[in-house]
């Protein structure tokens, strides 16, 4: 999944606003954008959509800060699993 589809995907389905800016490297967290909700969501369909499992233990700000480490995160996960 790239860092369009995943912002493409929060816009819509998360804060169903398509207009909403969100940059590549934008923290997520510390903007507010994303909570513990919708973090949870988002695991839920990375995990359908990319068919990747996501271990709590790496549920970190590390890992989903921003879409760029979403994507290098999920993209690590898809390759150790092929």
Request: proline share 4%; charged share 20%.
């Amino acid at each position: 999944m790239n860092v369009d589809a995943l912002r493409t995907y929060i816009q819509n389905e998360i804060l169903n606003d398509p207009e909403f800016v969100i940059e590549a490297d934008q923290d997520l967290l510390l903007s507010e954008t994303l909570n513990s909700l919708s973090v949870t969501m988002l695991i839920a369909h990375l995990e359908t959509e990319c068919n990747v499992h996501i271990p709590p233990e790496d549920v970190t700000l590390e890992n989903f800060c921003t879409l760029q480490a979403i994507e290098s995160y999920v993209r690590g996960l898809s390759e150790s699993s092929s």
